[in-house]
């Protein structure tokens, strides 16, 4: 049959059948500068006070909220040359957004202090939590090495070093001000190159410039002081677009500067705690191209991100499965017609997905389809999870005509880039507190299914349908912890 000669071509190489978990019966029947997400209610404290305006200018600016162009043009070429009949030519984008997403990748971290607000933190704690073993307490947000190792399936070696701390010349105010404005980009741009020519000479800056095309690929800033709230130059955040020092003529050992991040030395809302990895973990997101999963503005588009269940969302659990397609850390089994059986694993630790693509022949990776993957808790960087289950998500990756961003996105489009549908079906993550719960995931043996009549349902965005179902679902060879199930089978059977 040629729909059966199709699966068997696109699943060469394309996943494992692994052993434990999930199961469940899906059938097509048709034919036819990264950004710390706010905390609850500050949007609506700026747009009170007045300074909104000027916070949203800032994140505009930084254009966290995207993916970067060159990841998206990279994951274009790559996943097409994967199509069988592409007429893609075959050729790699030409630059990374800044961290490249494999191989071991050296880094700096750069740590400033100013007059009035000395650092607190020594820099082997910071060694330790960002290129060691860093805090068994903090796991799995323990290190920014460990996190990233672990994410990308032991693809991405992130290493380092610490300089610091660097004292600046002048109070910190001189630098910049809690708002955007054309001295604050000025002044951050000076504190930086002011900061490194201190270390000329005793530092070789060459090292950081991991594929060799000239420029530092990315590095860490870490200062001290209070922060100004979300969406000011005292927040955490990630130059992606290069806006500050990447299109600047400075160089340091022969070497132009690229992506940066900056963030404070404790936590944006708990300034007397202790440092720890996870703003520069989801700032690191962004180096590496990913976009904020988080809604900006409440008052444009559908609101609740991906309800917090994603580090580029929160800053909390594992990057979701198609991030990590994007980054190329798996390649997600492809079902477009037929029948098969499958087993997944946790995302966590396997890098196992499915992407159900109905009617797609030769299909399109970067265009509408469902994702599946199973996320447990006590796995991995799911470690904190509220539980376990299947997480379906409805993506639309259709690009623009130059390939070089997705139409849509998670904060101003009428619908969203990559949206939870949640098991429960009472949308809460839209419509309710913003947040997804333990309900959302769908579980095995709860007699619960996805198809063109549950709720919610896989009809397409235009409102046609699928012909998607998704139900059976089962476990088995399962561990249980006080976590929950570690494990489960997923069973897909497509007709067409």
């Known amino acids: 049959m040629q729909a059966k000669s199709l699966l068997n071509h696109y699943f060469v190489g394309a996943a494992h059948i692994l052993a434990a978990g999930c199961a469940l019966i899906v059938c097509f029947i048709s034919s036819g500068v990264c950004l710390e997400p706010p905390a609850p209610g500050e949007i609506e404290r700026y747009r009170a006070d007045g300074t909104l305006g000027n916070r949203m200018a800032f994140v505009h600016r930084l254009k966290n909220h995207r993916f970067h162009p060159a990841l998206v043009g990279n994951s274009l070429s790559r996943l097409h040359n994967i199509a069988p009949g592409a007429s893609r030519a075959q050729a790699a984008f030409p630059y990374q957004p800044g961290l490249a997403p494999q191989g071991a990748q050296s880094i700096f971290v750069l740590l400033i202090e100013f007059p009035g607000f000395p650092g607190r933190t020594d820099p082997v704690v910071f060694d330790r939590k960002l290129f060691g073993n860093g805090e068994q307490s903090d796991y799995p947000y323990e290190s920014l090495r460990n996190f990233y190792y672990r994410s990308s399936y032991q693809m991405l070696d992130i290493n380092g070093a610490i300089l610091g701390w660097y004292r600046a010349k002048f109070p910190r105010f001189i630098y910049s001000g809690p708002f955007h404005t054309l001295r604050s980009v000025r002044g951050i741009k000076r504190l930086i190159k002011e900061a490194l020519r201190s270390y000329d000479g005793a530092v070789d800056f060459a090292r950081f410039d991991n594929d060799g095309d000239g420029v530092i690929d990315y590095f860490c800033v870490i200062w001290t002081g209070p922060t100004t709230g979300w969406g000011s130059p005292w927040w955490g955040w990630c130059d992606a677009e290069k806006f500050f020092v990447g299109r600047d003529s400075f160089t340091i050992d022969g070497k132009r500067l690229g992506v940066f991040s900056w963030q404070p030395e404790r936590n944006v809302r708990e300034e007397e705690s202790a440092f720890t990895p996870v703003t520069i973990i989801h700032e690191t ?196 912890t006080s976590w929950g199930y570690l494990a489960a089978d997923f069973s897909i059977d497509i007709t067409e």
């Open 285 to 480: 997101g962004h180096a590496l191209g990913l976009p904020d999963y988080y809604d900006y503005d409440p008052q444009q588009g559908p609101d609740g991100g991906v309800g917090g269940l994603d580090m580029m969302d929160e800053g909390q659990f594992d990057h979701n499965a198609f991030s990590k397609w994007m980054l190329g850390w798996l390649a997600p089994q492809v079902m477009i017609a037929g029948s098969n059986t499958i087993t997944l694993q946790p995302s966590a630790e396997y890098p196992a997905a499915v992407a159900l693509m109905p009617a797609q022949k030769p299909f399109d990776p970067l265009n509408e389809f469902f994702l599946v993957q199973y996320r447990a808790a006590s796995t991995g960087n799911d470690y904190r999870l509220p539980a376990s289950g299947l997480l379906i998500w409805h993506i639309d990756a259709r690009c623009n005509e130059n390939g070089t961003d997705f139409r849509f996105n998670n904060s101003y489009t009428e619908h969203k880039l990559i949206r939870l549908m949640e098991a429960d079906g009472l949308e809460e993550i839209e419509t309710g507190d913003g947040e997804a719960d333990a309900e959302d995931f769908y579980l095995p043996f709860a007699g619960q299914e996805f198809s063109p009549y549950s709720v919610p349902n896989s009809t397409s965005y235009s409102g046609a349908p699928t012909g998607i179902t998704v139900a059976n679902m089962q476990a088995n060879n399962f561990s249980e």
